[in-house]
């Protein structure tokens, strides 16, 4: 019996702790199977195999310590502009205890980046991107955060991504 209790125990700690995850939500409740998405997912052994391959010592270290990447990609003109709509419905209803680091409101792009932490070796990151031609980006990142690193992260991000043809629209995967 407690060995049963244990695992229930277990089962929902780890089921809530992944439900808090911004892209996680946004799939489940928005992501509809006529408007696909493409979901990549990077944890962290994969984060720590990169780190391995990555000379610069301040992107290894980032590397290490974050728990993991989660991102939609949209290309589809009509679907971006929806799913961006829906992200930051998302943002008012299940994440307004994240702090608005940034928002850029330009003609044809937009860019919102929420923050969060919740211990010193703990924060998230959420980044909405809508670019100057209709392309929606949603980036989740959770572990301890460097900001004078993120923009060296995502250079490697695009690198890692785009290099390897997954930028044509698939349906979700989780």
Not at 3 to 25: E, R, Y
Not at 151 to 168: C, H, P
């Amino acid at each position: 019996m407690k060995k049963s209790l244990l695992i229930i125990f277990v089962l929902l700690i780890s089921s809530s702790l992944f439900a808090d995850d911004f892209v996680t939500q946004f799939i489940d409740t928005y992501v509809e199977e006529k408007r696909p998405v493409n979901n990549v997912n990077i944890g962290k052994t994969m984060l720590k195999k990169m780190a391995e391959d990555v000379e610069d010592a301040e992107l290894k270290t980032l590397l290490k310590e974050l728990n993991h990447i989660r991102m939609v990609i949209t290309e589809n003109r009509k679907d971006a502009k929806y799913y961006f709509k829906k992200a930051n419905e998302l943002v008012d209803k299940e994440f307004s205890d994240y702090e608005k680091m940034l928002s850029v409101d330009e003609r044809k792009s937009k860019v919102e980046v929420l923050f969060k932490e919740i211990d010193k070796d703990n924060q998230n990151i959420i980044l909405i991107a809508l670019d100057n031609d209709r392309k929606l980006t949603i980036i989740s990142v959770s572990g301890k955060v460097d900001f004078n690193s993120i923009s060296k992260l995502s250079d490697l991000l695009n690198e890692e991504i785009f290099s390897s043809g997954t930028n044509n629209e698939h349906n979700r995967e989780r």
